[in-house]
């Protein structure tokens, strides 16, 4: 599933290109990928309509209309592509927004989990989930003091505390590996057996990795759809993700797989010392 920083990297790729333009037509090849409204009201209240511009909250990504705006999450294997009109269709494209310059804003997802929601601007979107979402990790009231409020007393992983979209809001799988390694804090330590120091480091290094892997993963349009809107190049800067078995890259250790709330966390041994939970 893309993680804020991918998602953040779709907007900042996109916006430019499809702000200003005027959505002609919307084509539902999957009509059940609309959440809501029903896929009629949402076809016809987006036709005719002009994009503002692009918004992300959390792993949602917004297309700010004039009057409304289209809330959609991309889940596991969903893809945003802009392309000309007369570019083939590919298989697993579920909905096509024809543009007033002749490119298509294209929506394929293999798996068929992504979803998209319309709502009136002056409506409170209690529909989509994005009510329900903690912080970004950037707002400055994600200190030590809010995450240990909320997690401080919990005998849950602190990996899974990281997980709790409504604790904060875009960090997966990947990115909680890696701020966790940065923090020297074992991904399996109970949330109510970190001090407050840790807590301190961890609060100033959440903002610092996901932004760091968001100026990493920067791309141009032409290679973002040369990737096919899959390929970031984050990659070959991840410390621990995906690198069981490989040197730990501070002291050379081993890097350890273990499963967490069914989920493979990788941390180094030696690193990220500390009780388990």
Same mark, same amino acid.
């Given at each position: 599933?893309?993680?804020?920083?991918?998602?953040?990297?779709?907007?900042?790729?996109?916006?430019?290109?499809?702000?200003?333009?005027?959505?002609?037509?919307?084509?539902?090849?999957?009509?059940?990928?609309?959440?809501?409204?029903?896929?009629?009201?949402?076809?016809?209240?987006?036709?005719?309509?002009?994009?503002?511009?692009?918004?992300?909250?959390?792993?949602?990504?917004?297309?700010?209309?004039?009057?409304?705006?289209?809330?959609?999450?991309?889940?596991?294997?969903?893809?945003?592509?802009?392309?000309?009109?007369?570019?083939?269709?590919?298989?697993?494209?579920?909905?096509?927004?024809?543009?007033?310059?002749?490119?298509?804003?294209?929506?394929?997802?293999?798996?068929?989990?992504?979803?998209?929601?319309?709502?009136?601007?002056?409506?409170?979107?209690?529909?989509?989930?994005?009510?329900?979402?903690?912080?970004?990790?950037?707002?400055?009231?994600?200190?030590?003091?809010?995450?240990?409020?909320?997690?401080?007393?919990?005998?849950?992983?602190?990996?899974?505390?990281? !997980?709790?979209?409504? *604790? $904060? /809001? &875009?960090? =997966?799988?990947?990115?909680?590996?890696?701020?966790?390694?940065?923090?020297?804090?074992?991904?399996?330590?109970?949330?109510?057996?970190?001090?407050?120091?840790?807590?301190?480091?961890?609060?100033?290094?959440?903002?610092?990795?996901?932004?760091?892997?968001?100026?990493?993963?920067?791309?141009?349009?032409?290679?973002?759809?040369?990737?096919?809107?899959?390929?970031?190049?984050?990659?070959?800067?991840?410390?621990?993700?995906?690198?069981?078995?490989?040197?730990?890259?501070?002291?050379?250790?081993? !890097?350890?797989?273990? *499963? $967490? /709330? &069914?989920? =493979?966390?990788?941390?180094?041994?030696?690193?990220?010392?500390?009780?388990?939970?």
């Amino acid at each position: 599933m893309p993680e804020l920083p991918e998602v953040e990297t779709i907007r900042r790729v996109l916006e430019p290109q499809v702000s200003g333009r005027t959505i002609e037509q919307v084509i539902l090849n999957r009509p059940e990928i609309i959440s809501y409204p029903s896929a009629e009201m949402f076809q016809s209240g987006v036709a005719g309509v002009r994009i503002r511009g692009m918004d992300r909250r959390g792993k949602f990504l917004a297309m700010c209309l004039e009057g409304k705006r289209i809330v959609l999450h991309l889940r596991m294997t969903g893809r945003l592509l802009l392309v000309p009109r007369h570019t083939a269709e590919e298989k697993h494209t579920h909905i096509v927004f024809r543009l007033d310059d002749g490119n298509e804003l294209r929506f394929i997802d293999p798996r068929r989990f992504g979803r998209f929601w319309l709502v009136k601007e002056d409506e409170e979107d209690v529909k989509s989930g994005v009510h329900k979402l903690g912080p970004e990790p950037f707002d400055p009231t994600l200190d030590a003091a809010y995450l240990q409020s909320l997690c401080g007393r919990r005998k849950r992983a602190v990996k899974e505390c990281l !997980l709790d979209q409504s *604790v $904060i /809001a &875009g960090i =997966g799988n990947i990115y909680a590996d890696e701020i966790l390694f940065a923090s020297r804090i074992r991904p399996d330590r109970a949330a109510d057996s970190l001090t407050k120091n840790e807590w301190k480091r961890l609060a100033e290094t959440i903002p610092e990795r996901l932004g760091y892997f968001i100026e990493k993963n920067t791309v141009t349009p032409a290679e973002y759809l040369a990737g096919n809107g899959t390929e970031y190049r984050n990659t070959p800067f991840l410390q621990v993700y995906g690198h069981e078995g490989a040197p730990c890259p501070h002291c050379g250790t081993p !890097l350890r797989r273990i *499963v $967490i /709330a &069914g989920r =493979g966390s990788v941390f180094c041994p030696h690193c990220q010392k500390g009780k388990k939970r």
